[in-house]
C-alpha cells in the first residue's frame, strides 16, 4: 500500500488512479530546420510560442517544440493518427529548410495517467514534474531511468497525464521500471481501449 493516503483516491477509475499505456502505434513524426514553423503553420498546425511547450490541436494531436526549430507532432486518438501519417508521407525534400524527422521507428510513446504521475515519476527522474512546477502544456527533455526521455503534460487538472517518449529500442527497459515504480501507488498496464 502506498504510503501515501489511498484512501482518498477510492472510486477512481484505473486511469484516474495510475495507469500505463503503451502509445507506441499511435503515428507520430518530426520536422526540423528554419522553415519548419512556417511549413507547419501552413498545414494547419497552431504552433507554441517557445521551446519546451506543446499545444493540444482542435482534431486532439499534440505539437511539442523541442527546440527554436525543432517540432514533434503526436496523432490523435481521434483519428488513431491518421492525419499526423497523411502529413508524414505527404512531405516531399525541396529547397525549403525543412526536414522530415521519422519518429514512430526511434522513439516508443507512453502515456502515464492519474493522480500520482509525479510521485511516480520522481522514483524515476530528477526533474520536479509536480503541476504546479511543471503545468500542462510543459515539455522537458531530461533522464529517467537512467536514459534520455521527453515527457510532455498534455493532462487537466481532472485528469493528470503525461506522455513520455523514449528510445524504441529501451521500450521493454523503460516501461518495466516506470510499473516498477507504480506498484507502490497500486498503478495498472491498460490497453489503449481504455482511452475511448
Not at 26 to 49: I, K, M, N
Not at 58 to 75: K, N
Not at 109 to 135: H, I, N, T
Not at 157 to 177: I, N
Amino acid at each position: 500500500m502506498s504510503s501515501l493516503n489511498t484512501e482518498n483516491h477510492i472510486g477512481l477509475s484505473p486511469l484516474q488512479h495510475c495507469a500505463l499505456i503503451d502509445l507506441t502505434e499511435l503515428p507520430r513524426v518530426g520536422f526540423r530546420g528554419q522553415q519548419s514553423a512556417d511549413y507547419l503553420q501552413a498545414r494547419g498546425f497552431t504552433l507554441p510560442d517557445a521551446p519546451n511547450r506543446a499545444v493540444t490541436q482542435a482534431d486532439g494531436s499534440h505539437v511539442a517544440r523541442l527546440s527554436q526549430t525543432e517540432y514533434l507532432i503526436l496523432g490523435s486518438l481521434n483519428d488513431r493518427g491518421e492525419r499526423i501519417a497523411d502529413e508524414e508521407a505527404r512531405w516531399e525534400l525541396d529547397h525549403s529548410a525543412n526536414y522530415l524527422l521519422p519518429r514512430e521507428d526511434s522513439h516508443a510513446w507512453l502515456q502515464l495517467s492519474g493522480v500520482y504521475v509525479a510521485e511516480v515519476m520522481a522514483k524515476l527522474c530528477g526533474v520536479d514534474l509536480r503541476p504546479q512546477a511543471f503545468p500542462p502544456g510543459a515539455v522537458a527533455q531530461t533522464s529517467a531511468a537512467r536514459i534520455n526521455v521527453i515527457v510532455i503534460n498534455l493532462g487537466l487538472q481532472a485528469q493528470p497525464a503525461l506522455q513520455l517518449l523514449c528510445d524504441r529500442a529501451s521500450l521493454v527497459y523503460f516501461k518495466g521500471a516506470v510499473l516498477d515504480a507504480m506498484a507502490e501507488f497500486d498503478g495498472q498496464a491498460l490497453g489503449i481501449e481504455a482511452l475511448y
